[in-house]
């Protein structure tokens, strides 16, 4: 069962274009700029969008096996979003999210989540709310870069922006030169052996707002890894969705310690 968590939160921790794209090229960072520059040129790219629908494929694979499912991803901006994930044109699962709450169900098993991040962050391994969710989605930084410290580094040709000040949790976003586009965000929990990593390998320009192409997370905890490769292929922008979602009957619910 928590494989379709992870790939239904990872296409979440996503039929032709209506949108035209274009993919954007990115620079290298050589020379050093200040934290709140990195900061105001990424909130300055264009996000001007109502709703989104995405359709998607994804890649799972964990330390004993590995799968290949489809994904609609539904957003209405700030409000909630609606992650379905297919194999062979089969729902297997749903999720729901909103700002106060997240639902689950999958078919296999026949069980269903209802609750709120805090019980879903310690089982997936990291804090999560709905606006860390929308942001990994859509590539933005997962935290609000306005109200942290950051120290600022030149890595691999992107900017480094590391928050040190829990010193319990490390966190890193990486930002290419051009267009301040977020290419890695990290999340590192030493003592509790877990690491969240999300890779952001390219980008595509659309007249409402830039997206990422593909989404890689990569996720240790315990020693037991995780790896989800989300491909997104189609895009549509403002339209008027719906959010279905109704646990089938006879379905067991669970609870999360």
């Keep these: 069962m928590k494989r379709y968590i992870f790939i239904t939160f990872g296409a979440l921790m996503l039929l032709s274009c209506n949108a035209r794209k274009a993919v954007i090229a990115e620079g290298t960072a050589n020379e050093m700029v200040s934290s709140s520059k990195v900061i105001e040129n990424h909130y300055k790219l264009k996000r001007n969008f109502s709703t989104a629908y995405i359709k998607a494929s994804a890649k799972y694979k964990d330390d004993h096996m590995s799968q290949g499912v489809s994904a609609e991803i539904r957003i209405k ?23 106060q709450e997240v639902k689950y169900y999958e078919k296999i098993g026949n069980k269903f989540f209802e609750g709120d991040y805090s019980t879903l962050s310690k089982w997936l391994g990291t ?11 859509i590539g933005e930084a997962m935290d609000d870069l306005t109200k942290g410290k950051y120290t600022t580094t030149i890595d691999e040709s992107l900017y480094k922006l590391q928050d040190a000040s829990n010193k319990n949790t490390e966190k890193a976003f ?11 965000q990290e999340v590192t929990q030493s003592k509790e052996d877990r690491r969240l990593q999300i890779l952001y390998p390219g ?33 549509s922008f403002n339209e008027n969705l719906t959010f279905p979602y109704s646990v089938p009957d006879g379905y067991e619910r669970i609870y999360i310690d």
Excluded: C, W
């Design 127 to 137: 804090e999560l709310d709905f606006q860390k969710v929308q942001n990994m989605l």
């Design 203 to 235: 980008h595509k320009e659309y007249p409402e707002m830039v997206l990422p192409s593909q989404i890689i997370i990569d996720a240790v905890q315990n020693g037991k890894k995780v790896n989800i490769n989300i491909d997104y292929n189609s895009v």
């Design 174 to 184: 990486y930002f290419e030169a051009a267009n301040y586009l977020i290419k890695k």
């Design 77 to 99: 901006k700030d409000e909630q979003i609606l992650i379905s994930v297919r194999f062979l044109g089969f729902t297997m699962a749903k999720a729901l999210i909103t700002p």
